[in-house]
């Protein structure tokens, strides 16, 4: 018996009509060990942010019902809301056809979803000027999550 409590199962190797049509979660995870994971207010539907999953980070969001992530740049697990107090309550997990997007819908126990202190990590959009020049215009201008 593992000592990790962490000890959900994905299925592997299914063919192509069990992967998209099924009812076994096999995530597909990239040759790293991550898959892309969306976080989506479960209430107002809005982009809070976007993240990496590793299995465990996976295993351990389906078996706390908050959000873990892995962050690359650290190498490690990360339990969103640790520092922050941005911890995220998991209302429903999916994940698309061929299973290499997770999709949380979650509510975040306190306002706010970016490190940097915005409601969103989608604070910013792209635009492009008459003259040809591309800026980028922010959405949200008062930080929240501060």
Known sequence: MSD??????????LSRDELEEGDRLAP?????????????HAETREILMFAWMNSDALRRSIETGEAWYFSRSRNELW????????????REIRTDCDQDVVLLSVVPRREGACHVGYRSCFYRSVRRGDDGTVSLIFEETEKVGT
């Open 79 to 90: 339990h969103k809301g640790d520092t922050s107090g941005q911890i995220q309550d998991i």
């Open 28 to 40: 597909a995870f990239d040759d790293n060990g991550l898959i892309p994971a969306i976080a989506q």
């Open 4 to 13: 990790d409590p962490y000890t959900i199962e994905f299925a592997e190797n």
